[in-house]
């Protein structure tokens, strides 16, 4: 299997050697070229010009209840890879993490926010409470706890008197409830901390995704102590349209240390790898190897997918938008 992916590695290695001198002397990918990126083959794409000038849609990485390791290294792996920092860090105070115990009304209100504001509709990735608090700002924006929920300015810190935005795509008044996400993930959340917590309205639904998402990955590591599962963890399933994916990590995995990611993207063997993973690939021979740190390789491959399909698909609907095109 590895030789399927050595293109990609000497691609990688040929991008790490010239991409300084030639970002220099890089012009803009035009519009028409940029709607032009088939989305759905990225991975077998080693063309990465598009990331430069693709609009991209804001990530909010959501931590755990006792951040030991937040989300903020998981983000420096996405802006490695070559995601936009500027999506990536909170416009208040810069940081790359928000806390998994952030209001899920407040978080929907700032996806409506922010929405309005780039014309691109976030994502939502949380680890372990992070990933349950995802989960409810979906419920969130579903309806299920609120008839209304304010728009939120992250800037200002504050709620806004208004419960709709203009939409930026549509254009038309469009209520935060009612929105929905591109992509959605909670990676290593489980019932046991639910209840530990008390947080009781989302253990009936913490294994079910509401239609405000239209993608979700959920990922899960067998025997994993702290999210309480067992040999073959719940899987996750859609209560409508929802397209649901459910990965089953090795059992080897760290819950505490999984958002630890930063490193794949450092060595050329790893990226090349996650550049060319298409959802089912199983881990490389590489992963075994002494040399090679594969810390963590198969839900960061997993993700990169997701979120750089979503970022080019967002990205190409807000081309579309009136007055874009």
């Known amino acids: 299997m590895f030789l399927r992916f050595l293109p990609a590695v000497v691609a990688a290695l040929v991008v790490l050697l010239v991409a300084p001198a030639a970002a220099a002397a890089r012009a803009p990918v035009t519009t028409s070229r940029l709607l032009a990126v088939d989305c759905d083959r990225l991975a077998d794409n080693p063309d990465r010009a598009w990331m430069q000038d693709m609009p ?5 990485n959501l931590h755990g209840s006792v951040p030991i390791i937040t989300m903020a290294p998981f983000a420096e792996f996405l802006i490695a890879m070559g995601y936009p920092e500027s999506a990536l860090r909170d416009p208040r105070d810069g940081a790359l993490t928000t806390s998994g115990f952030t209001s899920s009304e407040e978080l929907a209100g700032m996806v409506a926010w922010y929405y309005e504001r780039d014309g691109l509709r976030p994502m939502l990735i949380g680890h372990s409470q ?5 989960i409810r700002t979906l419920y969130e924006l579903a309806g299920e706890f609120h008839a209304e929920v304010h728009v939120f300015d992250p800037v200002a810190g504050a709620a806004q008197p208004r419960t709709a935005i203009d939409d930026p795509v549509a254009g038309r008044p469009q209520p935060v409830v009612g929105l929905r996400v591109p992509f959605a993930a909670a990676i290593a ?3 046991l901390a639910r209840v530990l917590l008390g947080q009781w309205d989302m253990i009936p639904r913490l294994r079910r995704i509401p239609d405000s998402a239209e993608e979700f990955t959920g990922f899960a590591i067998p025997w994993d102590p702290l999210a309480g599962t067992g ?13 649901v994916r459910n990965v089953v990590l090795p059992a080897s995995y760290s819950h505490i240390g999984i958002p630890a990611t930063e490193h794949l993207a450092a060595q050329p063997v790893t990226r090349a790898w996650i550049d060319a993973y298409r959802p089912g690939d199983e881990l490389p021979p590489l992963s075994r190897s002494p040399d090679v740190d594969a810390r963590n390789l198969l839900h960061a491959a997993d993700l990169w997918y997701s979120i750089r399909r979503t970022w080019c698909r967002e990205g190409q609907r807000s081309l579309r938008a009136p007055g874009k095109v």
């Open 56 to 60: 991209a849609p804001r990530i909010i």
């Open 130 to 134: 992070g990933g349950m608090r995802v």
């Open 231 to 243: 040999p073959s963890p719940d899987p996750y399933v859609a209560t409508g349209t929802a397209i």
């Open 189 to 191: 959340t489980g019932q």
